[in-house]
Structure formats: structure tokens, C-alpha cells
């Protein structure tokens, strides 16, 4: 499977931003920067779950841990926002709002604070400005008062509530150098885009691993999604380290429908099996059992079920 990591320290002090933050109102204007930041559901992956899987297809299930891993890391990242985001803002300036800082409970020698800017921007949703936002960290005894940056992001809204077009890049480098103690496992970076102006919802990510002695060049993986407004969706991604020399790596295409019956369509994108433009599919019902199976990875192809079963046609 893909090297990621979840790291786990980044909770980023939910916590003490809910001891330590004041109280206080919010202005119609609080709400507007709070809406740039985005929430859960406009970013995971939302993969229908069966009541009871027994004998599940063997690419749904590929497919349910990659996306687990996936949620997981973004999870990470979001939960500071959430919480910072239940808070009104420390400071508020004309055209920026300021959450913290924040006491770090877990490194009480560590604070964070959030910081969200509105700027001009023509852009596409016409409406002339954009959110930009940072997560920084600072050490309570540097005197320098500088603090260090972990996440940076940008929303530009489409008029509607929570619509518009998001970006956000984690950086885990900075932090690391700085010597924040915790431990950050092996997650260097994470690059999304998203846009929920209208449907299909489409979120696009590279996760990027630290690199291991001996590698040039550092792991990294990319992430698709799309998410229909009747709750389908589809989801594609790479898995390396294959177990033969003929598959090292293979690109998996999930589509479900909202009920949960879904396809997914696999081929080689790195072995000898890439020559021999070898495929492989698994359908299943709302109950993840395999409707029809294809395997051409071993020599020969076998195939079971009728592909008239599935929920989606060959892509």
C-alpha cells in the first residue's frame, strides 16, 4: 500500500483552543472568515458503508482502506479549524481576523494561532475578493516572536454558503526544523484543491512522504474525487509495491452509486504487466459482494459473474 503517514501530534491542541479561547459574539463579518475555512464534508472522501459486509469485493475493500487513510490524514489538519472556527476571533482588523494565540496543552512550551485575511480577487465567482489563511506555531521562549508555518490556505467564495473554489498545502518541514517535539511520523506535505461551487464537488490531493535513506526522490501519492448531489460518487488512486516483478504499482478507479453498489477499475501503471495492457475489475451490490469479477494480474484472465451486474459500464 501507499507509504503514508498519520501523524500524531497534529490533534494541534483542539483542546486548549477550547480552554483558552475568550468569550464573545460574532459579527455577520466573524461568520464570512469563518466560512472560508473548509469543514469535513466538503473535502473527504464519502464511500456508502453496507450494514453488513460479508465477503466483500476485494477492490472495495482496496478501496474503503485507502479512503480511511486518506480521511484520516485530512482529519489531522481539520480539527484545529473546527475548533478554532467555534470560537469568535481574538483580534479583528478591517480586513483580517485572528484566532489565538492559543496555549499548546501537549507542548506547553508551543502556542497557535489562525490567521485569515480577505484580499482582492477578481476570480472566477466575480465577487472580488478571496480568503487566505494560515496555522503557524510559535516557541513561547523565542523572544524573536516569530512564529513558524504549518498550514497555509485560500477560499474564494461563490455567494453561496460554503460554495466556492478552496486550496490548502501543509508543510510539516518548517516545524520539524524549528524543533517542535512532536512526532510528525513520516507525513511531510499535503497539497489539495477543491471546489464546491457546484456539483460533481471535486477534491484533488498529493500527499508527500519524507524520503527514506537511499531515496532520491521522496514517496507521494495522488488522490481524485468526485461527488455527485444523489451521493454518488468516484475515487481513484495509486497503490505501490506490488508483489511481482510484472505489477509494482496499479491504478485503482472506484465509482459508487449512492445506494453503495459500485465498480472499480484497475490497471498496471508501473511492471512488466504494463506491456501486456493487463486489467482488472471487481462490481459489487449495495452489500459489497462481488456481482462480477475480472483478473488478468496472474497469467490467463478468469473472469466470474456477468458484467451486466454492475452498476457502471468499462470506462
Known amino acids: 500500500m501507499n507509504r503514508i503517514a498519520i501523524?500524531?501530534?497534529?490533534?494541534?491542541?483542539?483542546?486548549?483552543?477550547?480552554?483558552?479561547?475568550?468569550?464573545?459574539?460574532y459579527s455577520n463579518e466573524d461568520i464570512d472568515y469563518q466560512t472560508a475555512l473548509p469543514v469535513r464534508s466538503d473535502v473527504v472522501v464519502k464511500l456508502p458503508q453496507a450494514q453488513t459486509i460479508n465477503d466483500p469485493a476485494k477492490y472495495y475493500v482496496a478501496t474503503r482502506d485507502v479512503v480511511k487513510l486518506f480521511n484520516g490524514i485530512l482529519d489531522l489538519f481539520l480539527g484545529i479549524i473546527d475548533q478554532a472556527r467555534a470560537q469568535p476571533p481574538s483580534q479583528r482588523f478591517e480586513d483580517m481576523r485572528v484566532w489565538g494565540p492559543f496555549n499548546d496543552d501537549k507542548h506547553s512550551d508551543w502556542q497557535i494561532r489562525l490567521v485569515i485575511g480577505r484580499v482582492p480577487d477578481a476570480g472566477v465567482t466575480g465577487l472580488g475578493f478571496r480568503f487566505e489563511y494560515r496555522i503557524e506555531f510559535h516557541r513561547r521562549t523565542d523572544a524573536s516572536g516569530r512564529w513558524t508555518l504549518l498550514l497555509r490556505g485560500r477560499f474564494a467564495p461563490s455567494g453561496s454558503a460554503r460554495r466556492g473554489d478552496g486550496s490548502f498545502v501543509v508543510d510539516t518541514r518548517p516545524l520539524r526544523d524549528a524543533g517542535f517535539p512532536g512526532g510528525f511520523d513520516?507525513?511531510?506535505?499535503?497539497d489539495m484543491k477543491y471546489q464546491t461551487r457546484d456539483f460533481p464537488v471535486t477534491v484533488a490531493a498529493t500527499i508527500t512522504n519524507l524520503a527514506r535513506p537511499g531515496e532520491a526522490t521522496p514517496a507521494a501519492a495522488n488522490y481524485s474525487y468526485r461527488e455527485q448531489k444523489d451521493g454518488s460518487g468516484e475515487f481513484t488512486f495509486v497503490v505501490h509495491g506490488g508483489a511481482t516483478i510484472a505489477v509494482q504499482a496499479y491504478e485503482v478507479q472506484s465509482r459508487w452509486l449512492g445506494s453503495g453498489a459500485g465498480?472499480?477499475?484497475?490497471?498496471?501503471?508501473?511492471?512488466?504487466?504494463v506491456l501486456l495492457n493487463a486489467r482488472e475489475v471487481d462490481c459489487w451490490g449495495i452489500d459489497t459482494r462481488t456481482t462480477y469479477s475480472r483478473r488478468d494480474f496472474s497469467p490467463g484472465t478468469e473472469r466470474t459473474g456477468d458484467e451486466n451486474t454492475c452498476a457502471f459500464a468499462a470506462p
Do not use: K, P, Y
Open 7 to 25: 501523524f500524531s501530534v497534529v490533534t494541534l491542541a483542539a483542546a486548549a483552543i477550547l480552554a483558552n479561547a475568550g468569550c464573545g459574539n
Open 186 to 190: 513520516d507525513l511531510a506535505a499535503v
Open 263 to 273: 465498480r472499480a477499475d484497475v490497471r498496471v501503471t508501473e511492471g512488466l504487466a
